[in-house]
């Protein structure tokens, strides 16, 4: 059963981000989930917004470039915490994430995308900018630390249509 929430109840969704979330993006006949453990939250242009980041290496970026949606389930009391280790170390490009890692995608309310099935707390975003990163404007020391391979992360801003809990 879904429950619905206010988005600004946002204390969840800031506790778990750091220990992941799956990200899930369906476009063009294709699904993937990846593990995403950093990302933001807030009110900008007078919507509530999430924002993700995912690397131009990853397949997830392939899917999310072009996709009008994603979802963000943040599994809660310890739930599928082996899953997201191994969604985070596993590309959807060797494999299918939901079968390997038996993973349930469940129809989103608002999306394309689905939600994990068992993720606990979903946010569902319509994709409404994207930006990519600029070494240059980039603090150095976070350049050095998090991008010495050069492999930057686009920013995808996500106005939050729904959020619930299983």
């Known amino acids: 059963m879904r429950e619905n929430i206010s988005w600004q109840d946002s204390r969840a969704f800031l506790e778990q981000l750091p220990r992941g979330a799956f990200l899930t993006v369906s476009h063009g006949g294709r699904l993937n989930t990846m593990t995403i453990g950093w990302g933001s939250i807030g009110h900008i242009w007078q919507r509530p917004v999430i924002m993700v980041m995912v690397r131009y290496s990853r397949h997830t970026h392939q899917l999310i470039k072009d996709a009008p949606d994603f979802t963000v389930s943040l599994p809660l009391d310890g739930n599928l915490k082996k899953e997201l280790g191994q969604a985070g170390t596993k590309s959807g490009r060797d494999m299918d994430k939901f079968a390997e890692l038996s993973l349930a995608p469940q129809p989103a309310l608002k ?45 995808y801003y996500g106005e939050i249509v729904a959020c619930y809990r299983d």
């Open 111 to 155: 999306t394309v995308s689905p939600v994990i099935k068992g993720g606990g707390l979903h946010y569902e975003c319509r994709v409404i900018y994207k930006q990519e990163m600029d070494e240059n404007a980039l603090d150095a020391e976070i350049r050095d630390q998090y991008y010495s391979d050069g492999d930057y992360h686009v920013l």
